[in-house]
């Protein structure tokens, strides 16, 4: 689809990520539209455009991120069009525009875990993954290691406040993490 | 009830009366069905399925409930607002788009009582006559959209989802739908915008609430987690009997999520204005860590304004007469901070300590604030940020006694003037922590950093400015 030269491309240009070897590349299989036929029926009729987020999860889960490509063929799917699903994908933080690692780290950064510690555990998190604190910015909070095997991103409040300083690897929350329990964890999904 | 046994360290406080939170941390208790109906579940429906469905409404409107996402609305007055006469299918979308900073309950109910939250959906929805209803998730709830996916699968295998559901002749499609991470999908316009498949950018609200136009166009009620999980409550109670207890304005149980400078932060349910803050973080939090005082609460979330510990504030006795108070001798209930110029929102206390700078406090409020804005109105989109590098620049020490002003200033620009509530949320903490804390902030400045340019390129803008002979 790479003859779609509209304003998306320049929206939406990728940064080559290390990550990619660790996640399928793009590509419109019969599962992939039946899923995504499955998740539109979810929605009342004539109102397929509801499913662009649940679609656009289910191919950050396969395929680690939304790459320009997919974003005409969600249009396909939910009668829209590429330009709309370019809003709905540059709007979201929790969408990803670039590659992320195999294991993605999420660092809560709001006042509660800060107060916690959150803002001391981002650097050593860093140090220990290989990224460099500082190549995370607010265009692009996410950083990923040169191994592909780690990215990390400060976010916005995980809703476990009490509990901090809260971090999230791929799908899982460890609360009241340390820098001893940091370094557990990374041998532990190091050895997955 | 006794004979329920909590998991080891995660004993509730004698004082708590855990009912939404009943079967959190339970020793043996999982979120599947076999163990809801076994503690009894679903029989509340049972009940309200034989009920008329205006019955339901009135027993609600009854019990006084208010909703437990933030603006604290009588839910059963909410359900009323649905245009008589009204011929478009009727949706009910729940909140569980939970973001706001310091409160975090509905995280507990989804993921260790999801049927609970199911089956006050399905009294909602018949309450208000609804076949449609979304549950609306943050992104950040990946296992608990699990979860709750397998505990609607499991109500739909049970009959208690879908269609005639026990016999009733009532159909229910309950739809699980994610967000992706942004604050503003917490705003209910915004939330339907989102379903919809659009950019959350909330509605207008004034004239239209989304009771008589909302998803797709249709009247829909928005509630939070909580509130639907009272809304059981409500129902199995009746709602004489849930109005009876708790302050009065606001009866039943609230849930209490204290984070920060405590011994023991946490959940905490209670009965509504039966303690003090003093009391809820003296007595259940265990009160300051060793060696320190507090200083400064939080009391509803991130975006209520801060209050000062030391803060004298003038109480109502009940001959009418004054008497002086601190923060501490506040009841936790809905109203009774928001006559001290806070709110008690949705319960997310936020405690700190004299070892903190609220300066710096702030500053992570205004990136959380500046991060979060959806961009829709300018006030907000611009001041934001602007707010950001005020607060970051008064933190590093380059700031000037104007700034502290221009901050406020700043503040004071946003709310009012934006189409929905965040430009509220977003000043309020910036305009309470600027004039409690003020020395604080001044202490931080120095007249000089006025004359100063901020930044490097504006360094070597001025330089053309200088004369040099």
């Not at chain 2, 999520?257 to 009391?279: M, N």
Request: net charge neutral; with cysteine.
């Amino acid at each position: 689809m790479s003859e779609n030269t509209n304003a998306i491309d320049a929206v939406t240009a990728v940064r080559p990520s290390p990550g990619e070897k660790y996640f399928p590349k793009f590509e419109v299989t019969p599962e992939l539209v039946e899923k995504a036929k499955e998740l539109v029926a979810l929605y009342p009729e004539g109102k397929e455009q509801s499913a662009i987020l649940p679609i656009i999860h289910h191919i950050q889960e396969e395929f680690g991120y939304v790459c320009p490509d997919a974003m005409p063929w969600i249009a396909e799917m939910c009668k829209s069009t590429p330009v709309h699903v370019a809003g709905i994908v540059t709007f979201y933080p929790g969408i990803h525009r670039t590659c992320p690692g195999k294991y993605h780290i999420r660092i809560c950064r709001t006042i509660a875990c800060a107060m916690a510690g959150s803002e001391e555990l981002l650097p050593y998190i860093c140090s220990k993954i290989g990224v460099d604190p500082a190549s995370m910015t607010d265009e692009e909070p996410m950083a990923v290691s040169p191994d592909g095997l780690w990215s990390i991103e400060a976010v916005e409040c995980l809703a476990n406040c009490g509990f901090g300083p809260n971090v999230m690897i791929n799908d899982t929350l460890y609360s009241q993490v340390t820098r001893r329990k940091v370094d557990e964890l990374i041998a532990e999904y190091k050895k997955k | 009830m006794s004979d329920i046994t909590y998991k080891p360290g995660k004993e509730p406080h004698p004082r708590e009366t855990r009912r939404i939170f009943r079967n959190i941390d339970r020793e043996g208790y999982d979120p599947s069905i076999k163990c809801y109906i076994k503690d009894g579940g679903y029989k509340t429906l049972k009940k309200v399925l034989a009920m008329e469905p205006a019955a339901v409404i009135d027993e609600v409107k009854k019990s006084g409930l208010r909703g437990r996402g933030g603006a604290g609305f009588p839910t059963g007055v909410k359900w009323t607002f649905i245009p008589k006469g009204n011929t478009k299918p009727v949706y009910l979308v729940c909140n569980c788009d939970e973001s706001e900073p310091g409160t975090f309950k509905d995280r507990f109910i989804v993921h260790q009582d999801p049927h609970q939250l199911i089956e006050g959906m399905i009294i909602a929805c018949y309450a208000v006559q609804a076949h449609y209803a979304v549950i609306y998730m943050r992104e950040e709830f990946p296992e608990g959209a699990r979860i709750m996916q397998t505990a609607l699968d499991e109500a739909k295998a049970k009959g208690y989802l879908g269609e005639n559901i026990m016999k009733s002749g009532f159909d229910l499609k309950i739809v699980l739908h994610r967000g992706a991470g942004a604050y503003i999908c917490g705003e209910e316009t915004g939330l339907i915008n989102s379903i919809e498949g659009a950019r959350p950018y909330p509605r207008i609200k004034p004239p239209f609430f989304p009771a008589a136009i909302g998803l797709y166009g249709c009247p829909t009620i928005v509630n939070n987690v909580e509130s639907l999980c009272q809304v059981r409550q409500v129902m199995m109670m009746g709602g004489e009997a849930y109005a009876a207890e708790g302050a009065q304005r606001s009866p039943g149980t609230r849930i209490i999520g204290v984070s920060g400078d405590v011994k023991r932060p946490g959940y905490y349910e209670i009965i509504s204005g039966s303690i003090t803050y003093g009391e809820l973080l003296y007595d259940l939090c265990g009160g300051p860590r060793v060696g320190r005082k507090f200083k400064a609460i939080i009391p509803g979330g991130a975006s209520a304004k801060v209050m000062r510990c030391d803060e004298v504030l003038k109480g109502r006795n009940p001959d009418g007469s004054v008497r002086n108070m601190t923060i501490f001798d506040v009841p936790l209930d809905l109203d009774s901070i928001a006559q001290h110029g806070s709110m008690s929102g949705s319960g997310g206390v936020i405690v700190m300590d004299d070892t903190r700078s609220m300066p710096k406090m702030l500053n992570n409020l205004n990136r959380f604030f500046a991060w979060e804005s959806c961009g829709q109105c300018s006030p907000c989109r611009e001041g934001n940020p602007w707010m950001l590098k005020l607060s970051t620049r008064i933190c590093n020490g380059q700031g000037s006694p104007e700034d502290v002003d221009l901050l406020k200033d700043v503040a004071d620009n946003i709310c009012g003037r934006t189409v929905c509530a965040f430009g509220e949320a977003c000043s309020w903490p910036t305009q309470a922590f600027t004039t409690k804390f003020r020395d604080e902030f001044l202490a931080l400045t120095k007249p000089i950093n006025a004359l100063k340019p901020h930044s490097p390129e504006a360094a070597e803008a001025r330089k053309f400015l200088t004369r040099e002979d």
